[in-house]
């Protein structure tokens, strides 16, 4: 079942053989994967649901994992590519971290995350808020005085913080999800000529000079006409919309990360590296199951998963 969860299912078939002279059938393996899976599923909500109830001197609350004092705590989707006939599925996935448990390889000075803990749902929205809130409180997030919290421009993931996570929580837009909306407003308006502007953007974004880019944008306004117009219009609009999400200079000093890469890592680590593999499609309700048991290998719970399924 490992070996099905970490690679496909015929592989599987193929390493067991070489390793061990027999193998179980790739359907076979496929059917046990499914069965562990929605099993594991069914703990890992069990678990969800005791850190959602709401708090009270009749209920001990559990034990979260982390005692962060600044809780860090990142969504982003990736797709799933399914059969002929049913639509493509989005996968959101969530990490939560603590900023003071990071440590730093010797030859460069970009953090690393020691520990960390993610989540993930293919089921819609609301499944993934409920999933995330919990990653969040058995991360530490009830007794942590700074939270923060990191996506892109997705509308669903704003309304999700402002929904789950308590008032204060610093939040903050992917950088370079935003240097993406200014490198194609950049080629678009000025072409040969783009590299430079683009740069000069940046170093403004990066530095905290938000308002001042707005302004240096509405005043391009008069000057295009027709699609560059309007395309100039709607990335000013972007810009007004997130700017509070925008203070990089301030998250920088104040040690949030401001680029979405340890998400997307987990995007890809934990979905589309036994996901999207070449070749794949997926039944939608066989991404739950496969998504439980990566989640689980993950956080390193599986060992406990398996054992409260052996003694049920």
């Given amino acids: 079942m490992r070996l099905g969860t970490r690679m496909p299912f015929e592989t599987a078939e193929d390493v067991m053989w070489e390793m061990l002279g027999f193998a179980i059938s790739r359907s076979g393996i496929d059917r046990y994967c499914k069965k562990v899976g929605n099993r594991i599923d069914a703990l890992r909500k069990q678990r969800d649901d005791e850190f959602l109830e709401p708090v009270s001197p009749l209920k001990k609350v ?87 919290f990191l996506g892109d421009g997705a509308t669903c993931l704003w309304k999700l913080a402002e929904d789950k996570l308590p008032s204060g929580s ?15 407003l950049a080629k678009e308006l000025f072409e040969g000529a783009w590299e430079s502007w683009f740069e000069r953007w940046k170093i403004c974004l990066r530095e905290g000079f938000v308002d001042e880019l707005i302004l240096e944008l509405k005043r391009f306004r008069k000057r295009f006409r027709t699609k560059k117009r309007s395309l100039l219009i709607s990335k000013i ?7 509070h999400r ?3 200079a301030r998250f920088k000093r104040e040690g949030w990360p401001i680029g979405s890469g340890a998400i997307e890592s987990t995007c890809k680590r934990l979905i589309k590296t036994r996901f999207n593999v070449t070749g794949a499609r997926w039944r939608r309700c066989n991404i739950l199951p496969m998504t439980a048991l990566r989640v689980s290998l993950a956080n390193k719970t599986f060992a406990k998963d398996w054992e409260s399924i052996i003694a049920a």
């Fill in 170 to 184: 610093v939040l903050i837009q992917d950088f370079w999800h935003v240097c993406e909306h200014l490198s194609q």
């Fill in 237 to 243: 609009n972007y810009l007004c919309r997130g700017k």
């Fill in 62 to 148: 559990p034990e979260p994992l982390l005692q962060p004092k600044r809780l860090a705590l990142l969504a982003d989707a990736t797709v799933v590519l399914t059969v002929a006939g049913e639509e493509h599925k989005s996968v959101h996935c969530g990490r939560a971290f603590d900023l003071g448990d990071r440590g730093v390889k010797d030859d460069s000075l970009r953090p690393f995350l020691v520990n960390s803990q993610v989540c993930a749902s293919g089921e819609n929205m609301e499944d993934f808020s409920n999933r995330f809130k919990a990653l969040a409180l058995e991360s530490g997030l009830r007794n942590c005085p700074q939270v923060g």
């Fill in 246 to 248: 925008m203070d990089y």
